[in-house]
């Protein structure tokens, strides 16, 4: 039995075993397996078709095809896969040059308007989207429909003389298009697109000397604003009473790229997203209220990506602006050499942001100050005696565990020949995070670092 088909795979047009061949040796010739798709269609056609002659709309739209044939297929860097009614079907290797040949037929059918007085006028509207089209090396229909379709789906937002195209195009074109000073480009930002569930950021690039942007006419974007459904006030005959109820639409988070390892929001509950990493939007399966949440992931022990997001109900596009946010560390080290005792004292204020149980930020004050003494043992000078002590202070400071807020500590190693010593322990833990005592003791010498350390256990009421 054979998988039922998405919308995408159900609209797709089908390729001929001819189409399906040229299309395959293309991949092969230029070395990828992923391809930039371009769908066009001229504004207008049907009213043209039911308007004029038979001869006369057969005539323009093979002139139209020519001149879209030649733009794209100049130096084989393009391929037209396929031409359906008024509609042109092409694939590019480099996105850079399917938006740059898109450029170029629009730039070209301004010039053919201005040349073929003897037809009327023609726009010309065009979508790209980029993805694989290949499994195992080959084209599959599925694959390749899908984002055919896509580009089917972008093209049909614009209108005549615009340039339509999905992130990922933009994406990998963004460093070309960087350097095209007579070229703009700009996001329309995301809409819904029938037959595919996420939401699809519209970018738009056009010459400048040509046009400016315009965002698609005949759909609305997605917005992160509330929207409430306010019912009408139902009057009851001769009863006084005005009966006032309010709908809320149901919140529906999506978080566009990129998407960090080990992503948590609010009380330390991993994000779960909808689809795969390679979809530029994915759906947030975790059940949220409207309101302003948190969004953390680790980065380092002691160092986390931070962002806050306010979510609304209906739908929701989250961009989270991560910024770093770093527990505090202290480092000594200190040598005894030459039979000498040396010691080195160090007082630390610390001012930092840390994480409550509702994965909220909260400021801390504390002072650290520490001790470090080293010497050559005088029982017996083959090892090196370190002594480390240690004090955490600050208002109503406690361990959430018990640790003393205060400690001193011994540490012994051969001065020669023995193997470098690293230990490990906790001096003090607190509200999501603790502080650790991390030693390496090499010859007669001893470093060490006191490091704050996030804790991401979840939290249960």
Do not use: C
């Not at 080959?138 to 899908?146: E, K, L, P, S």
């Not at 960087?178 to 519209?202: F, V």
């Not at 109900?313 to 602006?321: A, S, T, V």
């Amino acid at each position: 039995m054979q998988p039922d088909q998405t919308d995408d795979q159900k609209n797709a047009p089908m390729l001929s075993q001819q189409e399906s061949s040229s299309l395959q040796n293309y991949l092969l010739s230029h070395h990828t397996t992923v391809l930039t798709v371009m769908f066009t269609d001229i504004k207008g056609y049907t009213e043209l078709s039911e308007q004029q002659a038979e001869d006369y709309v057969t005539a323009l739209r093979k002139a139209h095809d020519q001149l879209l044939i030649n733009i794209i297929e100049t130096d084989k860097a393009g391929l037209v896969v396929k031409h359906i009614g008024d509609s042109v079907m092409a694939v590019f290797a480099e996105p850079s040059v399917a938006v740059e040949r898109a450029i170029n037929i629009q730039r070209g059918i301004i010039e053919f308007n201005q040349q073929n007085k003897q037809w009327q006028d023609i726009e010309v509207r065009i979508g790209l989207h980029m993805g694989q089209v290949t499994v195992e090396g080959q084209v599959t229909q599925d694959i390749f429909g899908r984002h055919v379709n896509r580009a089917a789906r972008i093209e049909s937002l614009a209108d005549g003389g615009q340039i339509y195209l999905s992130y990922t195009v933009f994406d990998s074109a963004k460093g070309w298009l960087s350097h095209q000073q007579h070229y703009g480009w700009h996001s329309h930002g995301y809409y819904r697109l029938k037959g595919i569930d996420e939401p699809i950021e519209i970018f738009e690039v056009w010459d400048k000397s040509q046009r400016d942007p315009i965002p698609p006419l005949n759909s609305k974007p997605i917005k992160s604003t509330p929207r409430t459904i306010f019912l009408a006030v139902a009057l009851l005959a001769g009863v006084a009473i005005a009966l006032v109820a309010m709908q809320f639409k149901k919140v529906d988070a999506w978080l566009a790229q990129p998407y960090p390892n080990n992503l948590m929001i609010n009380a330390f509950d991993q994000v779960q997203l909808d689809g795969g990493v390679e979809d530029k939007t994915r759906r947030l399966a975790n059940e949220l209220d409207a309101g302003v949440h948190t969004l953390f992931y680790p980065t380092a022990p002691n160092t986390i990506g931070y962002a806050e997001v306010e979510i609304s109900r209906g739908e929701n596009i989250l961009q989270p602006k991560f910024r770093s946010i770093s527990l505090p560390k202290a480092s000594l080290s200190l040598s005894a050499e030459n039979g000498k005792s040396a010691s080195l004292s160090k007082t630390l204020d610390w001012q930092y942001q840390s994480l409550n149980s509702r994965g909220e930020l909260t400021e801390q004050k504390m002072q650290l100050a520490l001790t470090l003494s080293s010497k050559i043992d005088n029982g017996d000078s083959s090892f090196a005696q370190h002594n480390l002590s240690w004090t955490f202070s600050a208002p109503d400071l406690e361990s959430k565990s018990g640790e003393p807020l205060e400690g001193e500590q011994q540490f012994k190693h051969q001065v020669q020949g023995a193997k470098a010593v690293h230990k490990e322990q906790v001096l003090l833990s607190l509200e999501q995070h603790h502080f650790i005592l991390k030693t390496a003791l090499i010859n007669q010498s001893i470093r060490m670092q006191v490091l704050g350390v996030f804790d991401y256990k979840t939290q249960k009421k």
